[in-house]
C-alpha cells in the first residue's frame, strides 16, 4: 500500500465549529506532515511529526491543533477557525524525519472552507 | 537558505512538442532537489528526485532533469507533450541538515494546446 489517505475530501464550517481532519498511511513511515496550500500557491508546511511527536509547528495559529495517535495516522484538529483559513490541507509522510533527503507522499488533501 | 526559483508561472505549449519548465535553485551545500506534479484538485506526486547519483535523472510519464551546478539549474523537460500533462509542476529543495524540510517552488502551471 504506497497511498497516503485523507478524509474528509470536503468541509465546509462555521467559524464556532470543532471539526478534525483525518489523515492515515499503512507505508510504515515514521514522519508525517501537514500542509496548507491556498489557491495557485505551493504548499506551505505547519507541522511535522517524528516517530509520533511533534518535530517542528511552524508558528501556526493554536486554532490548529494537530495530534499523532499512532505512527499510522495524523489528525488535525480546527477550532474557531476564520475565513482566510479555507484552502487545501494536504498531509503526506515519509519514511523518517532525518538523513540526506526524504521523499514525501502526499494525500490528496482536504478542501476546507470556512464561512 | 535555500531556496528554488520557477521562471514562468504559466507556460503553454502544443500537443507533441517539447516541454521545459524551468528551476533554478540557490543553496550553499549540495541540494536535493525534486520535482512534484498536481493535477486539479489532486495532491501533490513526485515526477522525480536528485540526489547526486547522477545529473540527469528520468521520472515518471516520460519526464527528466538534468542538474548543472554551473548554472544551478534542475530544468524539467519532456520530449513531446500530451494532453494529461496539463497541470501544476512544483520544483522543491529539501533544506540544509533539516533535510527532510521541502521548499517549494512557486509553481508553473502547464497548458496543453490540441
Known amino acids: 500500500d504506497t497511498e497516503v489517505t485523507q478524509t474528509p475530501k470536503h468541509l465546509v464550517m462555521g467559524m464556532t465549529n470543532k471539526k478534525s481532519l483525518k489523515c492515515e498511511q499503512h507505508?510504515?513511515?515514521?514522519?508525517m506532515y501537514w500542509y496548507k496550500q491556498k489557491a495557485k500557491k505551493p504548499p506551505e508546511l505547519m507541522f511535522v511529526?517524528?516517530?509520533?511527536?511533534?518535530?517542528i509547528n511552524e508558528s501556526v495559529p493554536s486554532r490548529f491543533s494537530p495530534e499523532c495517535p499512532n505512527s499510522s495516522l495524523l489528525n488535525l484538529h480546527l477550532h474557531a477557525l476564520q475565513p482566510e483559513d479555507s484552502a487545501l490541507y494536504l498531509c503526506?509522510?515519509?519514511?523518517?524525519?532525518?538523513?540526506?533527503?526524504?521523499?514525501?507522499?502526499f494525500g490528496p488533501g482536504t478542501r476546507l472552507t470556512v464561512l | 537558505a535555500q531556496s528554488v526559483t520557477q521562471l514562468g508561472s504559466h507556460v503553454s505549449v502544443s500537443e507533441g512538442a517539447l516541454v521545459l519548465l524551468r528551476c533554478n535553485y540557490s543553496s550553499s551545500v549540495p541540494p536535493y532537489l525534486f520535482w512534484y506534479v498536481q493535477y486539479p484538485n489532486q495532491g501533490l506526486q513526485l515526477l522525480l528526485k536528485y540526489t547526486s547519483a547522477a545529473t540527469l535523472v528520468k521520472g515518471i510519464n516520460g519526464f527528466e532533469a538534468e542538474f548543472k551546478k554551473s548554472e544551478t539549474s534542475f530544468h524539467l523537460t519532456k520530449p513531446s507533450a500530451h494532453m494529461s500533462d496539463a497541470a501544476e509542476y512544483f520544483c522543491?529543495?529539501?533544506?540544509?541538515?533539516?533535510?527532510?524540510?521541502?521548499?517549494f517552488g512557486s509553481g508553473t502551471r502547464l497548458s496543453i494546446r490540441p
Open positions: 522543491a529543495v529539501s533544506q540544509g541538515s533539516s533535510a527532510s524540510k521541502i521548499i
Open positions: 507505508m510504515g513511515h515514521r514522519a
Open positions: 503526506a509522510s515519509s519514511p523518517i524525519y532525518s538523513g540526506t533527503y526524504n521523499e514525501q507522499f
Open positions: 511529526y517524528s516517530y509520533e511527536k511533534l518535530s
